[in-house]
Nanobody
């Protein structure tokens, strides 16, 4: 069964940090593009960061603050989020594609508030 399971969300003050994890199973992880998306209340889902094993890609709004990384031995992709801002508040989703279909995790809530 192809599955993505996110963890690590929570409530953090502005300027704080969080690390999200996404554990993958049911497919060959090493060769897959793994991505993080987010969806704020009332807004469309947007790409935050993507990793294909080479140079990662980031949304302009998170460049210099967020870092995507992956541990192929653990089939896990991470999103390190530093200098968090209230506008980073959203549900964060892990994503990949498998046999032409989009695979999503269940999402993890990140709330940045004082």
């Amino acid at each position: 069964q192809v599955q993505l399971v996110e963890s690590g969300g929570g409530l953090v003050q502005p300027g704080g940090s969080l690390r999200l994890s996404c554990a993958a199973s049911g497919f060959t992880f090493n060769s897959r593009v793994m991505s993080w998306y987010r969806q704020a209340s009332g807004k469309e889902r947007e790409l935050v960061a993507a990793s294909a094993g080479g140079m990662p890609n980031y949304a302009d709004s998170v460049k210099g603050r967020f870092t995507i990384s992956r541990d192929n031995a653990k089939n896990t992709v991470y999103l390190q989020m530093n200098s968090l801002k209230p506008e980073d508040t959203a549900v964060y989703y892990c994503h990949t594609r498998y046999l032409g279909a989009a695979i999503w995790g269940q999402g993890t809530q990140v709330t940045v508030s004082s």
